[in-house]
């Protein structure tokens, strides 16, 4: 599984096109196979995924019932506005149309890891997002980290 660390700044140009910097490109490794964007389900932005992780995300929504009604509705929930993006010989993404107006992006824009994908951000709504989230940090912290159990090594998570 890939791991992302960083939270980087660039801008779209007119075309929604934006420049990745350096060290995620690093990070993204093999360029050519591809990459898939789509709206995220839970924040305003958009999430972009390495072919490899969207196809790990794929066989686990294939093992769903499509028979099942709230599963066909989840798995058409998730999929709109999927679209496969390529980065360009001069290191771009074209963010298309659609997910622009979805995600509210402008001209400055925030990529951020999220463990084995990059969250795409409007700015000013990625700052609204992570101050409303400090707020209750601490209680999110101890909720959702606070019943795990040690490492293999038998020492605490830190």
Do not use: H
């Amino acid at each position: 599984m890939n791991s992302f660390l960083g939270t980087y700044e660039c801008k779209a140009d007119a075309k929604g096109r934006l420049m990745l910097p350096a060290p995620l490109k690093k990070q993204l490794g093999n360029l050519e196979e591809g990459f898939v964007l789509k709206r995220s389900v839970f924040q305003p932005c958009l999430e972009l995924y390495p072919m490899q992780e969207w196809n790990k995300m794929m066989q686990k929504i294939n093992k769903l019932n499509r028979f099942v009604k709230k599963n066909n509705d989840f798995i058409r929930a998730f999929t709109a506005g999927v679209k496969m993006v390529e980065i360009d010989g001069t290191g771009r993404l074209l963010i298309p149309k659609d997910l622009i107006v979805f995600s509210k992006i402008e001209k400055d824009i925030v990529l951020s890891s999220a463990v084995n994908i990059i969250e795409i951000w409007d700015k000013n709504l990625y700052e609204t997002a992570l101050d409303s989230a400090m707020i209750d940090f601490a209680d999110l912290a101890e909720e959702v980290m606070g019943n795990q159990n040690d490492d293999e090594d038998g020492n605490g998570i830190s």
